[in-house]
């Protein structure tokens, strides 16, 4: 079984674990919120809902019976906690020297998560790179607890209003940021979903992939969006390593949902078509490019965790969820990675827990030999 580091202290549980000051960041939580059915207030609904709304009532139900976890452990069968709200207390272990921390997060609407306690997530992982994707907003927002930690901010924002939307927030300047994906045929279907950062050691591109909507209706525009980006992503890597994070929208294996079965191409995000594109970013390599891992799977080969968890059908409380949120990195880099994991923990912001990832500083600043770095 694996666990992300970090300690999870919860009102259900019967003592309280109280962390030394001197080597853990420690932030108070506000007391247990009641969370509602919907991921926010709008009524558009998130693109991974629809991955819920297709299982179908009847095999869930079923399900129920063999899978509800007790009340003694707070987890579902597969390791993964079971919690509907943020803990009140969280806890995490420093970062490793010389690296720095990135954390990739759909938020299922800002203004929502806000409200059930995004700023203290944040302010106790305190990342140096935070990806948000499905941020729904329609204009840049005014927050002081974003813009006071993260002086370098990029929006991108859906003409369609309440809708997709990615943010990347940074502690370090980028040499050069675009919204754009080459080559494809209609900039809308972009806007909202692409970020891509320059550094002198990399790229860090970040997405809230499209998805192919229930009953499949828009598979034909995610195959587009499939052959550009695998096509830029490849040229960018010509020449940096790329580190590639965000909500891929896709179940890569059998292993990254409950019900493999009985979403085989049925269900957007576990269709031939979509697991066969992202397994040929990861397994091809054209001459002058470099295969990509990744990092999480290849760091946890046969754990079955989830980063996704529908408010419908009591998802959370069976364990029933989908990995959907990754760090994808060109091979030749991933020896620079520290540490990987899923916050399992952080639910109830979201519907999605956030995944963070820490990578040797100078292969983002290109200041290679610095903190004793090669």
Known sequence: MVISPII??????????????????????????????????????????????????AKRV?????????????????????????????????????????????????????RKGFKHYVEAEDPDILVLTETKVNNQPVDPVISARFPYRTWAISDKKTYAGTAVLSKIKPISVTKLLPGHPDPDQVKGRLVTLEFEGCYVVCTYVTNAGQDLKTLKE?????????????????????????????????????????????????????????????????????????????????????????????????GIGWRLDMFILSKRITEKVKMCE???????????????MEIDSGQVTGNQGSNGLP
């Not at 998130?46 to 991955?51: A, F, I, L, N």
């Open 222 to 318: 995610k195959n587009v969006w499939n052959e550009h980006f695998t096509t830029y992503l490849r040229d960018l890597d010509k020449k940096k390593p790329v580190i590639w994070m965000g909500d891929m929208n896709v179940a890569p294996t059998a292993k990254d949902l409950a019900s493999p079965r009985t979403n085989w191409n049925k269900t957007p995000g576990y269709t031939l078509d979509e697991t066969e594109a992202f397994k040929n970013i990861l397994d091809e390599s054209p001459e002058g490019t470099s295969k990509f891992v990744d990092v999480w799977r290849d760091r946890h080969p046969d754990v079955q965790h989830y980063t996704y968890f529908s408010y419908r059908f009591n998802c959370r409380m069976k």
């Open 62 to 114: 079923k399900q129920t019976k063999q899978t509800a976890p007790t009340s003694d452990n707070l987890k579902a069968l597969k390791g993964q906690p079971t919690n509907k709200v943020l803990p009140v207390s969280i806890v995490f272990p420093p970062r490793t020297a010389g690296t720095l921390r990135f954390v990739t997060w759909n938020v299922c609407g800002l203004a929502a998560a806000q």
């Open 342 to 356: 899923i916050r399992s923990e952080i639910y109830g912001a979201s519907d999605h827990v956030p995944v963070v």
């Open 8 to 57: 999870f202290v919860s009102t259900c549980q019967a003592r309280l674990l109280t962390p030394r000051p001197s080597t853990l960041s420690h932030i108070a939580m506000p007391p247990k919120r009641k969370i509602a059915a919907k991921c926010d207030d709008t009524s558009v609904a998130s693109d991974t809902e629809s991955v819920a709304q297709s299982q179908p009532q």
